[in-house]
């Protein structure tokens, strides 16, 4: 199976700063990765798909990049409902596998 | 908009038959244009894809899985189902069910999901 990891596992943060958040793959898996947003009690969301395309209706200070085995996951301004935990997700072999997720606090 | 609803028993005994159905609406499970998957999410944990079920009937299983799990579909009901057996404490979890987006392989839709309990 393709493993998944992230980092930071959790990050305190302001509204209005920028974050980074980080995904390896532990193969390659071109771009075939999604980031996904979750909050307490909530199904997960999809926020990026295949790496960097934004999903319909989200909006734009979320972005992705990366491709290989490398990838990154930017806000580019928090806001007070960004705070939730966020995974990435490979979708480039069977079983698909999950990052262990980052969970983004307030400051 | 596309809706899932995931049912089934909240509460199952260990060694038994864990049994859940998803139902969708305002989309076809049977229409060659997605694939429908289920996850489970333990407490507090991260999130594992455990299944889908193709238009058509083929199926993929996860493989730590694939021994005590079966997918199935019902067309005529709009319902994909999920069965796990012989479970235990491990298999408490919160299910989803998805839809997956073929040829990009995201997941766009997502039942709000239910907790599962394995105990006696």
């Known amino acids: 199976d393709i493993q998944m990891t992230q980092s930071p596992s959790s990050l305190s943060a302001s509204v209005g700063d920028r974050v980074t958040i980080t995904c390896r793959a532990s193969q390659t898996i071109n771009t075939y990765l999604n980031w996904y947003q979750q909050k307490p009690g909530r199904a997960p969301k999809v926020l990026i798909y295949?790496?960097?395309t934004l999903q319909t209706g989200v909006p734009s200070r979320f972005s992705g990049s990366g491709s290989g085995t490398d990838f990154t996951l930017t806000i580019s301004s928090l806001q007070p409902e960004d705070f939730a935990t966020y995974y990435c997700?490979?979708?480039?072999?069977?079983?698909?596998?999950f990052g262990q997720g980052t969970k983004l606090e307030i400051k | 908009q596309v809706q899932l609803q995931e049912s089934g028993p909240g509460l199952v005994k260990p060694s038994q038959t864990l049994s859940l159905t998803c139902t969708v609406s305002?989309?076809?499970?049977?229409?060659?244009?997605?694939?429908w998957s289920w996850f489970r999410q333990p407490s507090g944990r991260g999130l594992e894809w455990i299944g889908r079920f193709y238009p058509g009937g083929s199926t993929n299983y996860n493989t730590s899985l694939k021994s005590r799990l079966t997918i199935s579909a019902d067309p005529s009901k709009n319902q994909f189902s999920l069965s796990l057996s012989s479970v235990t404490a491990a298999d408490t979890a919160v299910y989803y069910c998805?839809?997956?987006?073929?040829?990009?392989?995201?997941?766009?839709?997502w039942g709000q999901g239910t907790l599962v309990t394995v105990s006696s």
């Open positions: 998805a839809r997956e987006v073929p040829s990009a392989y995201y997941f766009d839709f």
């Open positions: 305002d989309d076809s499970i049977d229409i060659n244009s997605y694939y």
């Open positions: 997700q490979q979708s480039y072999f069977t079983p698909y596998t």
């Open positions: 295949t790496a960097s």
